[in-house]
């Protein structure tokens, strides 16, 4: 059984370009969520996805986008990047929209510049 | 927004004492999650406790769960350096299908 995967690590994108943040889920997991981390605040929650389907969202603009694939990994986008996107981006996996709790990546350091 | 208050932001003690932390939230919930978090990296699960429940324990941890007072309070007995972290308490409004709203965490430094 193999954990959350984020890639990549690290990443510096330039103001006004998009970027593409990845995420593996743990296996037999059916549920995405995504977190943002500014640094010294506790996670702030963008959107999940169950089988597919976003099925919750938080208080993010539209620039920040998803997806879910059929085998259950998922992607961030981010378009027209600001400095305040600068942040620890966090994939969750959850069965079953998270009933018994979450399984965290080691997240996505995304510097904007 | 930051549904729980963690209390208190910082905690430094030595190896071997035990660690209380506090978390406090808003609205009512289906559980309540404590998280740990080594250096800026990834989350890790520690325990969830449910509404119905009032305490329970995981090797180290005893968790307990106060609905009426909308308080939790994650004790780490007999200490040790690697528990130096920080520790997110987050709660879940419903059973499924609802984010989890995290406080803003407890850093515990624990000295050897």
């Known amino acids: 059984e193999t954990g959350v995967t984020q890639s990549p690590t690290h990443l510096i994108k330039t103001r006004g370009q998009q970027v593409t943040l990845r995420c593996s889920s743990q296996s037999g997991h059916n549920t995405v969520s995504w977190y943002q981390q500014a640094l010294g605040q506790g996670p702030q929650f963008i959107f999940q996805y169950y089988r597919e389907e976003e099925n919750g969202r938080g208080n993010f603009p539209p620039r920040f986008s998803g997806l879910q694939f059929p085998n259950y990994s998922s992607e961030l986008n981010v378009n027209a990047l600001e400095l305040d996107d600068s942040a620890l981006y966090l994939c969750?996996?959850?069965?079953?929209?998270?009933?018994?709790?979450?399984?965290f990546g080691s997240g996505t350091r995304l510097t904007v510049v | 927004s930051q549904q729980g208050e963690e209390d208190p932001q910082a905690l430094s003690i030595q190896e071997g004492e035990n660690a209380t932390m506090n978390c406090s939230y808003k609205t009512s919930i289906n559980n309540l999650q404590w998280y740990r978090q080594n250096s800026g990296r990834g989350l890790v699960h520690l325990i969830l406790?449910?509404?119905?429940?009032r305490e329970k324990h995981s090797g180290r941890l005893r968790v307990t769960l106060d609905t009426s007072k909308k308080s939790s309070s994650l004790l780490i007995t007999a200490s040790r350096a690697a528990d130096t972290a920080s520790y997110f308490c987050a709660t879940a409004r419903f059973s499924g299908n609802t984010p989890l709203v995290f406080g803003k965490g407890t850093r515990l430094s624990v000295i050897a």
């Open positions: 969750a996996s959850s069965l079953e929209q998270g009933a018994d709790g979450y399984t």
């Open positions: 406790i449910r509404s119905n429940e």
